[in-house]
């Protein structure tokens, strides 16, 4: 037992290690963001060359672009490469063009995940017809290959398998039977070490299996071809990316594990086991190849390729697949070996059944705590947001849930209702189909966290999503419904058109007042205030209006109508120039201080569950030791980690500038107004003036936020409520508000400065 409680820890530390070295700035695809000429635009003479710039650094081997006339006939110089000095970057150099209408398509493959994504656009040289295409769709495709969940189901299956049931021997099987005297016993649990062997093997050759057919599919991706159709070259090519290094360090181990199971096959077969100690010191260095195995597997994962969190990312998802694989391949096992002692007479085997249900019982207990700890983790990393639901990898993770959900029922069912009746033989009998039917539900959670891991996640998708649509706006305010767009949204005179309508749909014609505010996010910049007038139908107007500077703006409505309450709406957009690549994109990574925070409580909770459940599972004093100390390790590592990530220095210049990446619509605004009541209304008063109950009593007296709030940036007013005020009764509210309950709350501080006009 203490070489199993040693290497248990070993485990977790290798695991955790190799999660730190994981690439830097990722979103797990490499999205278009713009390009040189912009995607529409009308040039007056001929580019010399075509630049795009995408999300995330991009692998030279796989990523391509050509440009076409309206012929179809190919016009650029067959150049097309990565920047060597900004991956980020893809260009290709063109002949002089006529005038003309001209297609650019383009592929490219991740650095970090080995995802590919294609996509084309439009411009025009010398005019655009009337009748010409608008740019096309940039949303790449559901899944990279119809193959590809399968062959992903097929490795995680193999490597959960494959480590379970090699761990199940050491830590559970060997401490609840090895020690039954009794010669039938002893005939029995070789009949199971055998058939969990089988099992073991299978999974090391289903994991190995899907791992080449994973570097097929990624050959095929890189060179654009079908996976059957890759040839050596292709294959070469992948070994020149960071994802062909880690698929490398990943065969080799698999190779190992798969010689090092075929020696002690080669062994059983010629009737010479091995001895108990040979085989002790056999599952160590097995059990840590195909840990470090499944490292690599983590890091090529969507959690590792989350910007600012790749490391939390990594090694969230590796704990996450070792809890699994201690689970799923342990439930496999549990059938084999309760199967294996069926053969005994009911007298023979209760109590050895009886011992082996309550140790699995505990490694099952710490696993699905650690399970849901570091899944809801991974969870909020790819969603992050309500509405990214609405998409295809949210759909996938809610069918996932509902598995999960009737999984842990049929666990809960087992632990609180068959294990008190294993005195009985039909006890037994229920624990047969229980865990039976875990085993069924475990290969189908692995079915959803493969096609998870096939699909783009939601953040990605909803995040583009928004930035295609961001030309537009719309909410019901008030009763009110409020719209419009900003066309064409490029530096120079842009059109500004606002609908109103009742909560019915009906025009509105006469609003006493539409007062539009145009104002550009990355400086603090006066905002442009214009009134809109009414051309009929419930369309209001402003004067063209010239935006002058690429980047992100910010465009708020206020409508006035007799009888009904003042609305006012606000949305995001993105100015882009024909001449230039966009440099400023809505990032769809999470908030990183949150995710910081939330990895924290992440390392708390699942040290809290070693602390308090591994030490049971040893009945010696120094391995439960060991467990205690490994417990109080990451506890201590997670309290530092909360309390370091809330340690404020003087903050930058850069902090103080940052823009408030949530616009003030009625949603953000109102959870803002609920904050407020919440937190502030005591010192601060319901208006802002500092008149709250509490202000007597405060030396210095409290701000008159509606004086003050006007006279800073949103990024110093948000570094005041993150950090409090030095001299103050201000409190920091980073440790208890989230970034983005804190930028809402700017957001409403904003509406006391600047109260809606009056009715």
Same mark, same amino acid.
């Given at each position: 037992m203490k070489i199993a409680s040693g290497v248990l820890a070993l485990l977790l530390l290798v695991a955790a290690c190799l999660g730190v070295s994981v690439p830097r700035a990722a979103y797990a695809h490499a999205s278009f963001l713009g390009s040189d000429p912009a995607a529409d635009s009308v040039l007056p003479t001929s580019p010399s060359r075509v630049t795009m710039r995408f999300s995330e650094a991009m692998a030279p081997t796989g990523s391509d672009a050509q440009i076409v006339d309206s012929s179809g006939r190919r016009v650029d110089l067959d150049d097309a490469k990565v920047d060597p000095n900004d991956l980020t970057q893809m260009a290709v150099s063109v002949s002089r063009l006529a005038d003309g209408t001209y297609t650019v398509a383009w592929h490219n493959v991740s650095a970090v995940d080995g995802h590919g994504l294609q996509g084309s656009f439009v411009f025009f040289v010398g005019s655009r017809p009337p009748d010409a295409p608008s740019s096309a769709s940039t949303k790449p495709p559901l899944l990279q290959s119809r193959v590809d969940p399968a062959v992903r189901w097929f490795t995680l299956f193999g490597a959960l398998v494959a480590t379970g049931a090699i761990l199940f021997d050491p830590l559970i099987l060997r401490f609840a039977a090895g020690r039954e005297p009794r010669r039938a016993v002893t005939g029995a649990l070789e009949t199971a070490r055998g058939r969990i062997a089988i099992v073991a093997r299978a999974g090391a050759f289903a994991f190995l299996g899907g791992t080449v057919g994973q570097l097929l599919l990624q050959a095929g991706i890189t060179a654009g071809v079908p996976a059957y159709r890759v040839t050596p070259g292709d294959v070469a090519d992948i070994f020149s990316t960071a994802w062909g290094l880690r698929w490398l360090v990943r065969f080799c181990c698999l190779v190992i594990v798969v010689v090092l199971m075929g020696i002690e096959w080669g062994v059983e077969r010629q009737g010479r086991r091995p001895r108990p100690r040979y085989a002790s010191l056999l599952w160590v260095p097995v059990s840590l190849l195909l840990v470090v195995a499944m490292a690599m597997v983590s890091l090529s994962s969507h959690g590792a390729a989350t910007t600012d969190l790749e490391v939390p990312g990594a090694i969230n998802d590796g704990l996450h697949l070792a809890a699994s694989a201690l689970w799923v391949g342990g439930l496999c096992a549990l059938v084999l070996t309760v199967r294996a002692f069926s053969v005994l007479r009911w007298e023979e085997r209760r109590g050895v059944v009886a011992a082996l249900v309550a140790r699995f019982s505990l490694f099952a207990g710490l696993s699905v705590g650690v399970l849901l700890v570091t899944g809801l983790y991974s969870s909020w990393l790819q969603v992050t947001s309500r509405a990214a639901f609405d998409t295809p990898y949210g759909s996938v993770l809610a069918v996932k849930l509902v598995l999960v959900a009737g999984l842990l029922t049929l666990g809960a069912l087992n632990l609180l209702w068959v294990r008190p009746r294993l005195a009985q033989i039909r006890g037994e009998t229920w624990l047969r189909r229980l865990v039976l039917g875990e085993v069924a539900?475990?290969?189908? /959670? !692995? !079915? %959803?966290?493969?096609?998870?891991?096939?699909?783009?996640?939601?953040?990605?998708?909803?995040?583009?999503?928004? =930035? =295609?649509?961001?030309?537009?706006?719309?909410?019901?305010? =008030?009763?009110?419904?409020?719209?419009?767009?900003?066309?064409?949204?490029?530096?120079?005179?842009?059109? /500004?058109? !606002? %609908?109103?309508?009742?909560?019915?749909?009906? +025009?509105?014609?006469?609003?006493?007042? /539409?007062?539009?505010?145009?104002?550009?996010?990355?400086?603090?910049?006066? +905002?442009?205030?214009?009134?809109?007038?009414?051309?009929?139908?419930?369309?209001?107007?402003?004067?063209?209006?010239?935006?002058?500077?690429?980047?992100?703006? =910010?465009?708020?409505?206020?409508?006035?109508?007799?009888?009904?309450?003042?609305?006012? %709406?606000?949305?995001?957009?993105? !100015?882009?120039?024909? %001449?230039?690549?966009?440099?400023?994109?809505?990032?769809?990574a999470p908030p990183a201080s949150d995710g910081r925070t939330y990895w924290s409580w992440v390392m708390i909770a699942a040290g809290a569950l070693v602390l308090v459940l591994l030490p049971r599972a040893w009945t010696t004093r120094p391995a439960r030791a060991r467990s205690r100390v490994l417990g109080t390790a990451v506890v201590l590592a997670g309290v530092v980690l909360f309390y370091g990530g809330h340690t404020h220095a003087p903050a930058p210049q850069s902090v103080l500038n940052q823009t408030n990446p949530y616009p003030p619509d009625s949603r953000s605004i109102e959870a803002g107004r609920l904050l407020y009541e919440q937190q502030c209304v005591k010192c601060h008063g319901a208006a802002g003036h500092g008149d709250g109950p509490e202000a007597s009593g405060l030396v210095p007296p409290p701000a008159d936020l509606s004086t003050h709030v006007p006279l800073h940036t949103d990024g110093t007013v948000f570094y005041f409520i993150s950090s409090g005020f030095p001299g103050t009764a201000m409190p920091a509210f980073a440790g208890t508000l989230s970034e983005q309950q804190r930028w809402d709350l700017v957001n409403y501080l904003r509406t006391l400065a600047q109260p809606l006009p009056s009715r």
């Open positions: 539900l475990a290969v189908l /959670v !692995v !079915v %959803t966290v493969a096609g998870l891991t096939s699909l783009e996640p939601a953040r990605q998708v909803h995040s583009r999503d928004e =930035q =295609q649509a961001a030309l537009s706006f719309g909410e019901t305010v =008030q009763g009110t419904r409020i719209g419009g767009t900003v066309a064409p949204g490029t530096v120079g005179t842009n059109r /500004v058109v !606002v %609908t109103v309508a009742d909560r019915n749909g009906a +025009p509105v014609n006469d609003a006493s007042n /539409v007062l539009v505010r145009l104002k550009f996010l990355d400086r603090d910049l006066s +905002p442009i205030e214009l009134t809109a007038t009414s051309v009929g139908g419930g369309r209001y107007e402003v004067p063209p209006t010239v935006l002058s500077i690429v980047g992100a703006w =910010q465009i708020e409505v206020e409508v006035s109508r007799p009888g009904s309450f003042d609305a006012r %709406t606000a949305s995001r957009f993105l !100015v882009t120039s024909p %001449t230039d690549v966009s440099t400023t994109a809505s990032s769809a």
